[in-house]
């Protein structure tokens, strides 16, 4: 008998190995996804304005990213709390220095920009189609920041309006990079359970044009193995919304038979055992035989190390570190 509709994704052709850069971008998710990669030392990196969750604002700050100009003072905004923040981006930037937040955004931009050229793989998480946009001057906000609600008209993206805005990324800036692109599980429960559902529709759609059109584009089902695969609260975190960690841990082990090497996929399991032994702490890290046991991971390290290319330099200063 069979108690669940189990979902496997197709390989994307993708062939992400520990030699190229990953770039990830988009919801909360793709934070999620962007850690297990940096846990497991792949090349990741990613958000660095924080969370995007609609791909208006995700479309910006990789256009932004084109502009060599750096962002200036004068599109700040402070708000009641006393924090510099810019729409443009999450509160994760935000801060009571106007010229510190301001710095941390060029930061951002500028860390983006020098990545971009190298990656090889870009992976686009959509959270939301829907959107705020700032009623004195039309522009589209990537985060409220807690204004008043009076300043924001709400509004839906349309299938048409993501892909044309996409359709210029693909062929501009990400036209040689391999292209993940997902729906994000996460519930987007504070637009109602109606308008959630209407959402990731219209992202659903607009994302399967896209990958319809451009043959370096991909979709991975993300959401879909939440919703219909695993398909139980029990899956999910205590607020309902966010996946579990052991829904997470599932994902991203199809994720990596449908986007990786098949060389990765052999590492993959030494490389966990290798980073989870570095990060246990021991109950008697004085003893014996604690020190013979990090001679035994350091030259396993090293080992993996010299035939991989993988950057162990983290793990192996740790075990150097035991006396």
């Not at 409220?144 to 805005?165: M, N, S, T, W």
Request: glycine letters at 4%.
């Amino acid at each position: 008998m069979k108690f669940r509709t189990e979902i496997q994704a197709n390989p994307l052709g993708t062939d992400i190995g520990y030699d190229d850069n990953v770039l990830l971008f988009g919801s909360c998710f793709a934070d999620e996804m962007r850690r297990k990669m940096q846990t497991l030392k792949f090349r990741a990196a990613g958000n660095f304005t924080g969370p995007l969750f609609n791909p208006a604002s995700i479309a910006a700050f990789l256009r932004r990213m084109e502009n060599p100009a750096p962002a200036a003072a004068c599109e700040l905004q402070q708000g009641s709390d006393g924090l510099w923040f810019h729409y443009d981006t999450n509160t994760h930037l935000s801060h009571p220095s106007r010229a510190t937040a301001l710095q941390h955004y060029n930061d951002a931009l500028s860390t983006a920009r020098t990545l971009l050229p190298t990656t090889r793989c870009v992976i686009i998480t959509f959270g939301t189609a829907w959107v705020y946009r700032l009623r004195e001057n039309g522009h589209l906000v990537a985060n409220c920041h807690k204004q008043p609600q009076a300043l924001f008209q709400r509004e839906r993206l349309e299938v048409g309006q993501i892909v044309g805005e996409w359709s210029q990324l693909l062929t501009g800036p990400l036209a040689d990079k391999q292209v993940i692109l997902t729906i994000s599980p996460i519930r987007h429960l504070n637009d109602g359970a109606e308008n959630n559902s209407l959402s990731k529709a219209i992202l659903r759609l607009a994302v399967a044009e896209l990958t319809d059109r451009f043959a370096h584009a991909h979709y991975f089902p993300a959401y879909e193995i939440l919703l219909d695969d695993l398909r139980d609260y029990r899956f999910y975190a205590d607020d309902l919304v966010h996946p579990s960690a052991q829904a997470v841990e599932y994902i991203w082990e199809q994720f990596t038979q449908a986007a990786l090497s098949e060389r990765t996929q052999t590492l993959l399991p030494e490389v966990k055992r290798l980073v989870t032994a570095c990060s246990h702490r021991p109950l008697h890290p004085e003893s014996a035989a604690h020190r013979q046991q990090c001679r035994r991971i350091l030259d396993r390290l090293a080992a993996l190390e010299k035939s991989s290319g993988i950057d162990f330099s983290e793990e192996i200063a740790q075990c150097k570190g035991v006396k």
